[in-house]
């Protein structure tokens, strides 16, 4: 055969085989992506994959949840179904259906159940001294993993952070985020901290208080014993100067007990009348 001929059969053998190779692929008919919202919580949702084509049997099924099996889901049915009873934003995710061969590779099906973000976790307040450094941080659930930003609340203005200014860092990382603000200023980080999660369902924010003392903070209650101790040392100088002067014993005035004129003219009757006598 003519070298030519060689090289074209080759060319058409490499054109063909991606089209071959998908004309023997499985294929699988699942249901479409469910949101779920506040108003169909506790709703039952099912959901289904039929395997209609295979070129060789397949072994059996099972489901997964964002990569990891879900238990007790294994079937050897073609058509296979997964029910969430009581769905919440927790349940949301990505859903595959995987069928497995004995002579073939798996092949999936994947379903997306998707929910606007719900904050499971936050620091309602955080307290902390000038100077120290303070972690901030938000989790959540809800699918697809949000978008995390971060806001100073002041009345009804925000203000952004980011991490340009030497001080505030931002890590994201799908339903986490958290803020760290180093080198703490008593005059202006105090205050409320918004987390803020949207995905493309929706948006959910939560408020943390931030709340930064004076390095004297430590010594309050100190001070508040010494201030006790002073009171009640003025208290008693004032009251030993205020004393009464019959409460004190003068030393010129005579001990024993004074005679009273009675006493006097008592003797001198006595006395007269002997003499008349």
Same mark, same amino acid.
């Given at each position: 055969? +003519? ?16 089209? !071959?190779?998908?004309?023997? *692929?499985?294929? !699988? ?5 469910? !949101?779920?919202s506040a @108003? ?11 395997? $209609?084509?295979?070129?060789?049997? #397949? ?10 099996? &879900?238990?007790? %889901?294994?079937?050897? #049915?073609?058509? $296979? ?28 099906? $994947? ?7 719900h904050i %499971?976790?936050h620091k ?20 697809? +993993?949000?978008?995390? %930003?971060? +806001?100073?609340? @002041?009345? $009804? ?27 703490? *200023? =008593? ?20 408020? %943390? !208080? ?24 003025? &208290? ?7 004393? =009464?002067?019959? @409460? ?17 003219? +008592?003797?001198?009757?006595?006395? =007269? ?5």
């Amino acid at each position: 055969m +003519h070298p030519n001929a060689v090289l074209a059969v080759v060319l058409v053998g490499n054109l063909m085989l991606p089209f !071959i190779t998908a004309q023997n *692929e499985p294929k !699988i008919n699942a249901s479409g992506p469910i !949101i779920l919202s506040a @108003d169909s919580y506790g709703t039952p949702v099912t959901l289904l994959c039929n395997l $209609t084509t295979a070129h060789t049997p #397949h072994k059996e099924s099972f489901w997964m949840k964002n990569g990891q099996e &879900i238990s007790n %889901t294994r079937t050897e #049915h073609r058509n $296979t179904s997964y029910r969430i009873n009581k769905p919440r934003a927790d349940d949301s995710g990505e859903y595959k259906c995987v069928y497995t061969f004995d002579y073939a590779p798996n092949a999936n099906a $994947t379903i997306e159940v998707k929910a606007k973000p719900h904050i %499971t976790g936050h620091k309602r307040s955080e307290n902390k001294n000038e100077g120290e450094n303070a972690m901030l941080y938000c989790k959540s659930v809800g699918y697809p +993993h949000p978008t995390w %930003t971060w +806001h100073i609340v @002041d009345g $009804t203005s925000y203000k952004d952070i980011d991490n340009s200014t030497g001080r505030f860092f931002i890590t994201n990382r799908d339903n986490y985020t958290e803020l760290n603000i180093i080198n703490l *200023e =008593r005059e202006n980080d105090p205050g409320k901290y918004e987390c803020n999660a949207t995905n493309v369902i929706g948006t959910t924010v939560e408020i %943390t !208080i931030l709340r930064v003392r004076s390095n004297l903070a430590p010594l309050w209650p100190f001070l508040g014993v010494l201030a006790e101790i002073i009171i009640l040392v003025v &208290i008693i100088v004032v009251y030993e100067k205020r004393k =009464r002067p019959d @409460d004190i014993i003068d030393d010129d005035e005579p001990v024993g007990p004074m005679k009273t004129n009675s006493t006097n003219n +008592h003797k001198d009757k006595n006395i =007269r009348q002997r003499n008349t006598k």
